[in-house]
């Protein structure tokens, strides 16, 4: 008999799944290559800033944009004169993992990275991209996965107190209060695998501040298994397992994107608020648009400690500029002129969802964000599962992750011991 947790486990894995297919495309030999790994509207937007490097003559080689996907890393194994030059990459730990894997990594020009008084990027950025005093990476596009969006006139009309004066312990008892309402405290759009980790991430830098920032620095194989990773797993299933946290119930969310997470509080207004990134922003505005309401019910909160006087988590996240070992002079120019501070204001004027790790980009954020501006550059760890790649891995913890919330919702007691098993299995397998 086909139980219910293997109905839940199935519909949260397959979109997990369905995006690993390889699918590398190589580059033509006569123009600079950059692979990427978006596509949609956020390709069209780069797309839109390669256009204004080139129409300000800033590189003088053409360009080719190579879409890679989930497998922008074969990037770096590509071989022949059409294999990528330049990669934009969402992943900084594989920066460490290639240098110790002797892979000729460019080092990047100092002139990309000025210090004295005005240094160009805030200092967590060096120190995630640097090994002593080389850096190999220039940040290009970053995000704060501490976010939490929500409708005021949901929280008016429900009596719903600010969130920013709330704690992670207070939102089941929200969530209990709602259960009697055709509205929902959380949209949670758990197909998309960054939803999920993001949310684990921030429960886990709130719970146990320590514990992150070791998981995230440790160069052999990581303690997955210790209380403080129990108490933290154990507070996001209290969150994830309560029957009435998310719009149509887990089984809904576990087969919700990201952006109809979004359009759950905005648009239909199903649910009072969605735990998602800046970049969650035009999103925001279609679903007004849509149904014809004002920003003015858009209100933005950083993530809650777990209790009174806890810690808040602040992480980002973000794809940054590599060199591979085949980079070319031309490919120089180019990285320079994708880094000019003004290189991306046509994917911030034009799409939106994008906020400038460069200090001197004018308007750097777009305007719905103006209310957390001052938290831009104050963020202390970066997004763990974009930190890992070798044991656990990114997609390995995504997958845990999603059996856990199949796990909390089919109300199983051993969920948390499952899942630090997995983990440790998976850490397990790091090659020696």
Avoid at 116 to 145: C, D, H, I, M, T
Avoid at 327 to 339: D, H, I, Y
Avoid at 376 to 399: A, N, Y
Wanted: glycine share 8%; net charge neutral; with cysteine.
């Amino acid at each position: 008999m086909v139980t219910r947790r293997t109905v839940l486990r199935a519909a949260v894995a397959a979109p997990l799944l369905a995006g690993c297919a390889p699918d590398v495309l190589l580059g033509e030999r006569d123009k600079v290559r950059i692979a990427v790994p978006w596509s949609g509207f956020e390709r069209q937007a780069f797309d839109a800033v390669v256009d204004g490097v080139r129409e300000r003559g800033q590189a003088l080689r053409d360009v080719q944009v190579i879409p890679l996907g989930d497998d922008i890393d074969t990037a770096f194994s590509a071989r022949g004169p059409s294999a990528p030059e330049i990669v934009m990459l969402p992943q900084v730990g594989r920066i460490r993992e290639l240098l110790d894997a002797n892979y000729r990594l460019r080092r990047v020009d100092d002139r990309q990275w000025p210090g004295g008084a005005r240094p160009r990027y805030s200092p967590q950025w060096r120190e995630l991209l640097g090994r002593g005093e080389a850096v190999y990476a220039v940040p290009f596009k970053y995000s704060l996965k501490s976010l939490i969006w929500y409708d005021k006139q949901t929280f008016a009309e429900r009596g719903l107190p600010d969130p920013n004066s709330w704690t992670v312990s207070q939102w089941p008892a929200a969530m209990s209060k709602l259960a009697a309402t055709p509205v929902r405290l959380l949209a949670f759009g758990a197909a998309d695998g960054f939803v999920v980790t993001d949310f684990f991430e921030n429960v886990l830098l709130a719970q146990a501040p320590e514990v992150y920032a070791d998981l995230e620095t440790t160069g052999g194989g990581r303690r997955w298994d210790r209380p403080s990773m129990w108490a933290a797993l154990e507070r996001l299933g209290e969150l994830w397992g309560h029957p009435a946290a998310f719009p149509g119930g887990a089984a809904v969310a576990m087969t919700r994107q990201f952006p109809d997470a979004v359009r759950e509080v905005f648009e239909h207004r199903r649910a009072a608020m969605v735990v998602a990134p800046d970049f969650a922003e035009p999103v925001v505005r279609r679903s007004l648009s849509s149904a014809k309401r004002d920003e003015s019910v858009v209100g933005l909160a950083r993530f809650p400690a777990v209790a009174p006087g806890g810690h808040r988590p602040m992480i980002a996240g973000g794809d940054v500029m590599v060199l591979t070992e085949r980079a070319s002079g031309a490919a120089w120019e180019w990285l320079a002129g994708l880094a000019a501070p003004e290189a991306v204001r046509p994917w911030i004027d034009r799409h939106g969802g994008f906020l400038s790790p460069h200090p001197e980009t004018e308007g750097r954020y777009p305007p719905l964000l103006e209310s957390i501006a001052s938290d831009l550059d104050s963020w202390e760890r970066f997004d763990l599962s974009d930190r890992i790649s070798w044991g656990v891995g990114r997609l390995g913890l995504q997958r845990t992750l999603a059996d856990f919330l199949a796990d909390v919702a089919d109300r199983d007691p051993e969920a948390v011991a499952r899942a630090i098993g997995r983990l440790t299995e998976l850490e397990g397998r790091r090659p020696a």
